[in-house]
């Protein structure tokens, strides 16, 4: 941790230090590219990455006006993202990595959390699925088909309960049309193939409208085979996904109203039960289906005092099974209905703010012979409100959040809790071109299904899990930023304390049930403590082309209270650079990532050994006019062909990341 400590800071110093000489650079860290408004033409019609709304955010703000940590990903630096899971594809953003089960699967963790505290959403309502229930257990939710992915690192509890404290990754696909495209008509589309699992993936997003009536329709499929690793192919890592949807909206000067239903359709296997066929073992598969219905609507100042009203209803039904061979054996299911409602009010006493109510009903099932979960109903109800002030220099957010939440689960005794939210933050331009911020946060979260009733064998991720009697988790956390907007030079860095009081956390315990490692469901206090860093350095502009270059890193240390030792998986520390080049019709960049040996590992847990991935991307853009813009690209990931192990995956020793793969494609936007 000491090293990459010192290698962020001096990474930060060197880019504060540069000459300005370019042009301001995106808040997200991306090299200084333009992206496509989500219903334009193309790149044609483009802004800044930083003067892009933050949709997970009330009050219609870019991520630079935000004082708590926020990341977007957009256009190009999206397109360039883009991986099979959704982890895959923020894990560019620092202090952002992944959980992963060869590729299908991979969830989010933001600094050195996941699963039941990382919120996983799309366009602001939960994706209700259950992969946080297990690491083997894929998200819903399809990057290629995203408009922009928002990323609240830290405690955004306040904003969407106790499932969100450790932090929120949005998903923004623009399902329920808000506006109509301009000029009546807009879309996109893409192919690829990718070498290292021959694998073929094809989208389509269709938006037309005027200023009464739009429509959206989207679709996206994928079909990998098992994928090469170092050495040879890694046995039963296939995936295939079909997505797709249809919007309508109603449109006026008075607001919108709108109506959506979505399909998402997966088939995947588990390498951590690729079969024996010596044995006599078949290998596990998982079979996954998910229907969205959303209702969502916005008035503009529809009374005296108040701004805007937003509202959105979501129902959702989801169900898995988890297949040995051709055998069906545990069945997982889901029906949801949540809701959500937000405020904005008019400036009050010079007080710019918005408070709103959340709920959420949702009925969980797991049914078969190894079913490790009982049958829950959760519900929940949550109030919150959210303000902030303008002093001069300084800003000032604050806000609160009251939770009521219920688990009750069949043939078990009922579980209620009350997690309340407290934050406050500060931003002061001490200068023109920088600015210090300091947060402030006090979370709580209610242990979730799996961590509370949990008692049997899931062949799926091959371990046999336990839960307990647990006790609501809190947080207090401390983080303060220093952020440089130069002409030449964007660059910020962040450390962090959170001291959480019954942490839960899944332990290994070094027996074995049923020819499975036993892990149970367990609860300490701990410590998270860590740093992030970025810059990015506008090298020179000129008739043959823009040259930029990035550099960042983070750190994350993670210790349970009298002795408990470290915190299982947690991620190891990183340090990275991208030199990007673009001009009229060309862009390519190449980067490296170093990630750093992780042996700060919890009882029974092995070391991951430390490894660096190569990437490159090239893309041409041969047609750009008034109606359409073509682009051919080749993207290269893990050139080196590196054994890559994350730390934060439960199934590091048994599925390796990919090795050397090369895609190529076209997409067009028109």
Do not use: C
Request: proline content about 5%; hydrophobic content about 35%.
């Amino acid at each position: 941790m000491r090293r990459t400590l010192i290698a962020l800071a001096l990474a930060t110093s060197f880019g504060a230090t540069l000459p300005a000489a370019a042009d301001d650079l995106p808040q997200d860290g991306s090299p200084g590219r333009d992206t496509k408004a989500s219903q334009g033409k193309g790149r044609k019609q483009a802004e800044k990455l930083d003067a892009i709304v933050v949709n997970a955010v009330p009050l219609g703000q870019s991520a630079d006006q935000i004082v708590a940590p926020v990341a977007v990903l957009a256009g190009s630096a999206l397109d360039d993202a883009k991986g099979v899971s959704l982890g895959e594809t923020v894990s560019s953003i620092p202090g952002v990595q992944t959980s992963a089960l060869g590729t299908a699967v991979g969830r989010p963790v933001i600094r050195g959390l996941d699963g039941p505290r990382v919120a996983v959403l799309e366009n602001g309502l939960s994706s209700q699925d259950v992969s946080n229930v297990s690491q083997d257990h894929a998200v819903t939710l399809e990057p290629f088909l995203a408009d922009q992915i928002e990323v609240l690192k830290g405690p955004a509890t306040l904003l969407y309960g106790s499932g969100a404290i450790g932090g929120v990754v949005n998903v923004v696909d623009g399902r329920v049309p808000e506006k109509a495209p301009e000029n009546g008509f807009a879309g996109r589309a893409e192919v690829r193939h990718d070498s290292v699992s021959d694998g073929r993936t094809g989208l389509l997003r269709l938006d037309a409208g005027n200023d009464r009536f739009a429509i959206h329709v989207d679709g996206m499929h994928r079909d990998n085979d098992d994928y090469d690793i170092p050495g040879g192919t890694l046995a039963n890592s296939a995936v295939k996904t079909s997505s797709g949807s249809v919007g309508a909206s109603l449109l006026g000067t008075w607001g919108y109203l709108g109506l959506s239903v979505s399909r998402f359709l997966d088939l995947y296997g588990s390498p951590a039960e690729p079969g024996d066929p010596a044995e006599g073992e078949d290998p596990v598969h998982i079979k996954m289906a998910q229907t969205n219905y959303t209702l969502k609507g916005g008035l503009v100042k529809p009374f005296d005092g108040i701004d805007k009203i937003d509202f959105s209803l979501g129902h959702g039904a989801y169900q898995h099974v988890e297949f040995e061979g051709d055998t069906p054996g545990t069945t997982f299911s889901t029906d949801s209905n949540q809701g959500r409602l937000v405020i904005t009010h008019e400036p009050l006493v010079g007080w710019d703010g918005a408070f709103g109510v959340q709920t959420q009903h949702r009925q969980f099932s797991a049914v078969g012979e190894e079913t490790f979960v009982p049958a829950t109903v959760t519900n929940g109800v949550g109030v919150f409100v959210t303000e902030q002030r303008e002093f001069g220099p300084v800003k000032l957010e604050l806000g609160a959040r009251h939770d009521k939440q219920s688990v009750d689960p069949d043939n078990g005794l009922k579980r209620d809790f009350a997690p309340n939210s407290f934050s406050a933050g500060a931003a002061w331009r001490f200068a023109e071109q920088w600015h210090l911020s300091l947060n402030l946060d006090h979370a709580e979260r209610a242990p979730s299904e799996e961590e509370l009733f949990a008692n049997g064998p899931h062949a799926a991720s091959n371990t046999f899990e336990i839960g307990s009697d647990l006790e609501k988790e809190k947080s207090n956390q401390a983080e303060l930023g220093l952020h440089f907007h130069g002409d030449a030079v964007e660059g910020k860095v962040a450390v962090y304390y959170n001291k959480y009081r019954n942490f839960i956390y899944l332990a290994d315990t070094g027996e074995v049930e049923d020819d499975l490692p036993v892990r149970v469901w367990s609860q300490n206090d701990a410590t998270f403590r860590g740093a992030e860093a970025e810059a990015t350095f506008h090298l020179a502009k000129g008739t043959s082309g823009n040259w930029d270059l990035r550099v960042f890193g983070d750190t994350v240390r993670a210790t349970l209270s009298d002795g408990g030792g470290n915190v299982p998986r947690i991620p190891a520390g990183r340090i990275g650079s991208t030199l990007s080049w673009n001009a009229d019709s060309l862009r390519a960049s190449v980067g490296a990532v170093r990630y750093m040996k992780q042996d700060k590992v919890a009882a029974y847990e092995t070391d991951t050994a430390g490894y660096t991935l190569v990437n490159a991307h090239f893309a041409w853009t041969f047609v750009n006019d008034d109606r359409s813009q073509w682009e051919a690209f080749v993207d290269g990931n893990n050139l080196t062909n590196q054994t890559a192990r994350p730390a934060t995956s439960l199934f590091k020793d048994v599925a390796p990341l990919p090795g050397r793969n090369i895609s190529v494609g076209l997409r067009a936007y028109f």
